[in-house]
């Protein structure tokens, strides 16, 4: 064993010994509180959240990916672990010259016109510097932490943990597939030339909606761990929530284009619509893009490509069909949908069941007015009650295995609904989604989805 394979293996090691430490004390935790009967939900979540935001990296974002599963997680501990933040310690000047000449040879400098040592963002996985091309282009380069692989698979085989307790004692869902989806999602960004791919593969399809701009990635300073890209300008997009309504609503319509048009046209979804991956760009050639009629496009900067989802076409196909059977109400259509979703052993009380979550979902968008995602309620409590009343129903029906595809899909309706509550958008989310599905067909979206695949070097999805 090479010196530096000791590292890696000691790195895994560790990191095995702390995650299962600190996850082994709050599954006693747990235990004892449902053995004796103890009311401790409160005080077990947030056991769990300090266990695992002690360890910051992949399995604090795999915590905060089960947090936006609705149902994967009582009430309790969905909120608590989404309070933890992705605050990992940056790599100093000394390391990331290191690390930087791991990437890119002992010249690696001389390749920019400048680089900032200082991190500009730091994540679960890796921090972006700023930079600079020799013609004075800016530049974002994503450098990934050290020993991520080590530490990914580290906390992965814990997860199986984490399902564990919500199968023993919330056993509503059976989560394996759920666990697989996740691992997967989760190898795949580790991946930087992977999602060079994605960028390249959103440039494309996005190239001729306006309000939405992406990267164009620099291949010759990019490797397997570092991604360098344009640096788009951009603001915050939450903190517009304090705009006109005019302009909320521009940005959550962008947000939508964003999100549906790649899915309805090419089998294709930002698994990830968190905030922290957009910003808002205004037109220079108005004084204020969003209030200036006469300016040009504004909206925002699409700025992470590392949990793209791409679907099987029958598993678009039956997004449609659902929304299609819920507005014509034929019982047929809705349960072909779940089936070509791969939902099995469907019965007349499960597709009553399936459908609390699903029609909630679907609700703007069967509803022909403007109104908001959801009337009454607030951002951090979209889809909460629901998922409630699918828990309390599942329980009935046994375990129900969610299918692999489903669970970014699922995530990323959840997730861009929140952020339309946040800007408390008000649109026409009915027109919106008819205009894109309008003409839709299976095999349109399949030739479609193959020929871009295949120009941005991808292969055909796989379940």
């Known amino acids: 064993m090479t010196d530096s394979e000791a590292n890696r293996f000691s790195a895994r090691a560790a990191r095995y010994a702390k995650v299962g430490a600190n996850m082994g004390g709050v599954a006693a935790r747990m235990a004892g509180a449902k053995l004796f009967g103890a009311n401790g939900d409160l005080t077990n979540a947030a056991a769990l959240t300090k266990a695992l935001g002690g360890l910051k990296g992949p399995m604090m974002k795999v915590a905060q990916m089960m947090a936006t599963i609705p149902d994967l997680l009582p009430e309790e501990y969905a909120a608590e672990l989404q309070s933890l933040q992705n605050d990992a310690p940056p790599m100093g000047a000394a390391f990331v010259k290191r690390r930087m000449q791991a990437e890119l040879g002992p010249d690696w400098l001389t390749r920019f ?7 500009a963002a730091a994540a679960s996985l890796g921090q972006v510097h700023r930079a600079t091309a020799h013609d004075g282009a800016p ?3 994503k450098l990934q932490y050290p020993d991520m692989q080590s530490a990914v698979e580290a906390d992965l085989s814990q997860l199986d943990m984490l399902f564990g307790l919500h199968r023993q004692f919330s056993p509503g869902i059976d989560t394996r597939e759920v666990a697989k ?4 999602r989760l190898r795949e960004e580790l991946d930087y030339v992977h999602e060079a791919k994605h960028a390249a593969l959103y440039g494309e399809i996005l190239a001729d909606i306006d309000a939405v701009r992406v990267p164009k990635v620099r291949t010759d300073l990019s490797t397997k761990r570092l991604l360098t890209m344009d640096w788009l300008e951009g603001e915050k997009l939450l903190s517009f929530k304090g705009a006109d309504e005019e302009t909320r609503n521009r940005l959550a319509s962008a947000m939508f284009q964003a999100l549906w048009y790649p899915f309805s046209h090419y089998g294709v979804i930002h698994g990830d619509p968190h905030p922290g ?6 037109d220079a050639s108005g004084k204020d893009g969003f209030r200036d009629e006469n300016a040009g496009p504004a909206g925002i900067n699409l700025l992470d490509y590392g949990c793209i989802r791409i679907f099987e076409p029958s598993f678009a196909a039956g997004v449609v069909d659902l929304y299609r059977g819920f507005q014509t109400h034929d019982e047929a259509l809705v349960v072909y949908a779940y089936e070509r979703w791969g939902f099995k052993g469907l019965s007349k ?3 009553e069941t399936l459908n609390i979550w699903a029609r909630f979902i679907y609700a703007p968008l069967l509803d022909d007015r403007v109104r908001t995602v959801a009337d009454g309620i607030a951002p951090g409590q979209y889809g909460r009650r629901e998922a409630f009343l699918l828990h309390q129903a599942l329980k009935k029906q046994g375990p129900v295995q969610v299918p692999r595809q489903f669970v970014f899909m699922d995530r990323a309706a959840i997730g861009l609904g929140s952020v339309f509550l946040h800007l408390d958008a008000r649109m026409n989310f009915h027109r919106m989604y008819n205009e894109l599905i ?15 695949l295949a120009r941005a070097g991808l292969a055909s999805p796989a379940i």
Do not use: D, M
């Open 113 to 119: 016109g400048h680089f900032n040592y200082k991190p």
């Open 139 to 141: 530049l974002a380069c």
């Open 181 to 184: 989806e996740i691992a997967a």
């Open 277 to 282: 991956n957009y910003t808002v760009f205004r």
């Open 349 to 351: 009380a499960l597709i």
């Open 438 to 452: 309008e003409g839709f067909s299976i095999e349109t979206l399949a030739a479609r989805q193959n020929a871009a």
